[in-house]
């Protein structure tokens, strides 16, 4: 071999230097693929921890506990809101001065009396207001309209009700059951 030095090889050639990483160039991070996957490891990491805070959140807020979850689907019922009925009101211009209630709530048979609220005043086919299906409002009186008395009084749901034939706008004529007056004291019927 004809060579001094004694770093050739066999076949007479100077061996390959060794590889030696390059320095990373000054704001660059590593490789594109190391970054997309550390983006998208971080992403569904903090969407995770979103989702988890925020429906844990509304679960707090709204009071929904397991105890309260087993509750309603065990046999016990939940609670529901009462029924809210509406109180008609004397309309001033209706009810004036001159209008007094019957006295003791009696009517006569034959008599004729109306509604002295200013709102509408359901008419129904039975005595009663108190869990009562739709189909028993058979009419609704307006403020200041008449009805005949035919019947009655009946007590239902604590008030002294009274049968009455109304007749309506379009000349239909209605019979029915009629409060005459309000669980609260306000007359409804009067003169």
């Given at each position: ?69 087993a ?70 009186m ?41 669980a609260?004291?306000?007359q409804?019927?009067?003169?």
């Amino acid at each position: 071999m004809g060579s001094s030095s004694g770093w050739q090889n066999s076949e007479g050639r100077l061996p390959a230097p060794a590889r030696q990483p390059t320095p990373a160039r000054a704001g660059k991070s590593a490789s594109p693929r190391a970054t997309r996957s550390r983006y998208w490891l971080g992403f569904w990491l903090s969407f995770l921890l979103l989702t988890l805070v925020s429906c844990g959140g509304l679960v707090l807020s709204s009071g929904i506990n397991r105890l309260d979850l087993a509750a309603l689907q065990g046999e016990q019922k939940g609670w529901t809101p009462p029924p809210v009925t509406a109180t008609p009101t004397p309309d001033p211009a209706v009810a004036s001065a001159s209008v007094q209630p019957p006295a003791d709530g009696a009517f006569v048979l034959g008599q004729t009396t109306r509604n002295v609220t200013n709102s509408r005043v359901n008419i129904r086919q039975t005595p009663g207001h108190l869990s009562k299906p739709n189909g028993d409002i058979v009419a609704q009186m307006a403020p200041g309209e008449q009805v005949e008395i035919i019947g009655g009084p009946a007590s239902a749901d604590n008030l002294l009700w009274w049968q009455v034939r109304y007749r309506a706008a379009d000349g239909q004529t209605v019979e029915g059951w009629v409060a005459e007056a309000t669980a609260s004291g306000v007359q409804i019927l009067g003169q």
